[in-house]
């Protein structure tokens, strides 16, 4: 195991009815901007309840933080939140809503520089204070720091990392209104969130292995319960609570990380709008195909441990758990190949010369470059 320092300061406030907090957890003196993506909050109750526990705050709104959030709202949101001196954000929504306020807060404690060129410098040590009530469990934005935003002018997407959430909220019921797609997108997103920190060498940790393999374990097991109510409160408990836990450095102590088929899925985001779990479904398949001989030992005691391959040949144990991985996202309704979504090799060669350029060495050997990128994206097709 590697050293590490690790510290968490959000607050998780966990279950039914708990937005009613949200009174007592931002002092009244604050001057609050509430920030919501493009009304899915209107239908399903939660705004009603934020204004209700908000009655006695002095707060403004700030609609319309898109999907994959972008820059240019986020610049609208930073001069609405100066006109008004505001010293407190509350991101009522999904990852994107939050993700856009770690920028607002960000850029609004740091004025002198423009939002983009804070998303490009990677890491920023200052924001104003910041909170969520998180409608989707997918990111772990909630209980994180990173934040990534895109460039629609550019057609880039980049993540960065800033201060933590002061609190995050998390009430279950507020995921029955979720439309199944984005829970698809969403479980995807869980799992392969634990891939990136877990599926890299074997032998580092044994209670970080444990801690991936349960949430990954939580994940196979919850997904077609979830198909079959979507309504059943500890169903959707474990599934915001797998988000959350899949993302806020609990897995990640002492351990290498991946993150290659994240940086591939934000591209083909950047470049085609395709939603992040659905970028991920496709690319991981890939991924793993590629980098099999890297990640041998850890695909091995994967498919023992949490998808029960235990006969065959090494090789052959290898091949069914690829392909038992790929039909995991099928049986969530995910497309997991390119020619599925109308992506061919102008995208492949345009990602690997964009990561060539740059020079990227993603993965936890550090070796996915833009032609190890193509050669995982050819492996996707
Ligand atoms: O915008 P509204 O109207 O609120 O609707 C949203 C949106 O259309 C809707 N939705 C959210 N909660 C709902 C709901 N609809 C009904 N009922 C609810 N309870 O869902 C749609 C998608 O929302 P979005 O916030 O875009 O999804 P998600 O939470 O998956 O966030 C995706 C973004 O997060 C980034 C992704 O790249 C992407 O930009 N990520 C952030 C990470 C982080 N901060 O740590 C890590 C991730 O790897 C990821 O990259
Ligand atoms: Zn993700």
Redesign the pocket.
């Known amino acids: 195991m590697y050293n590490f320092t690790f510290q968490n300061p959000t607050k998780l406030v966990f279950g039914k009815g708990e937005i009613a907090q949200l009174s007592t957890l931002i002092p009244t003196e604050k001057k609050v901007m509430i920030t ?6 209107k239908h ?1 109750g939660v705004y009603e309840q934020v204004i209700a526990a908000l009655k006695n705050h002095n707060y403004i709104e700030f609609w319309g933080i898109e ?3 972008e820059v240019e709202t986020v610049r609208k949101a930073v001069a609405l939140g100066k006109e008004n001196e505001i010293d407190f954000l509350l991101a009522v ?5 939050l ?1 856009g306020t770690k920028l607002i807060a960000s850029a609004l404690a740091n004025p002198g520089i423009d939002p983009w060129d804070i998303v490009l410098q990677r890491r920023i040590e200052t924001a104003i204070s910041y909170a969520s009530v998180m ?2 469990p ?4 909630e209980m ?1 720091c ?3 935003i895109s460039c629609r002018e550019k057609k880039e997407k980049y993540a960065f990392s800033t201060t933590f959430p002061e609190f995050s909220i998390l009430d279950p019921e ?2 029955y ?3 199944a797609n ?1 829970i698809a ?2 479980l995807a ?1 869980i799992f392969v ?1 634990v891939a990136e920190q877990y599926m890299t060498t074997a032998g580092q940790s044994r209670i970080m292995d444990r801690w991936a393999e349960g949430v990954l374990q939580t994940v196979i097991e919850i997904a077609p319960k979830i198909k079959e109510n979507q309504n059943d409160y500890d169903v959707m408990a474990d599934y915001m609570l797998s988000a959350t836990l899949a ?1 806020n450095s609990m897995i990640s102590m002492g351990v290498t990380q991946d993150w290659a088929t ?1 940086m591939i899925g ?1 591209e083909l ?1 950047a470049l085609h709008g395709l939603t ?2 659905a970028s991920l479904a496709i690319v991981y398949p890939g991924t793993l195909i590629t980098l099999k001989e890297q990640k041998q030992s850890k695909i091995l005691q994967y498919g023992e441990r949490v998808l029960g391959i235990t006969s065959g040949t090494e090789s052959e144990r290898i091949n069914e758990t690829i392909s038992k991985t790929e039909a995991f996202f099928r049986s969530l309704g995910l497309a997991t190949r390119l020619t599925e979504v109308g992506i061919g090799d102008e995208t492949i060669n345009l990602i690997a010369e964009r990561f060539n350029k740059i020079g990227v060495a993603y993965g936890e050997g550090r070796n996915v470059t833009g032609d190890v990128a193509k050669q995982i994206l050819l492996n996707c097709k």
């Open positions: 919501f993506g493009g009304g899915s909050v399903n999907p994959n959030p929504g999904g990852g994107s809503v993700d409608t989707l997918a990111t772990g934005s994180n990173g934040s990534v507020v995921t209104s979720l439309p984005q997108c969403g997103d969130h993302l994240h934000h985001t992040h779990g």
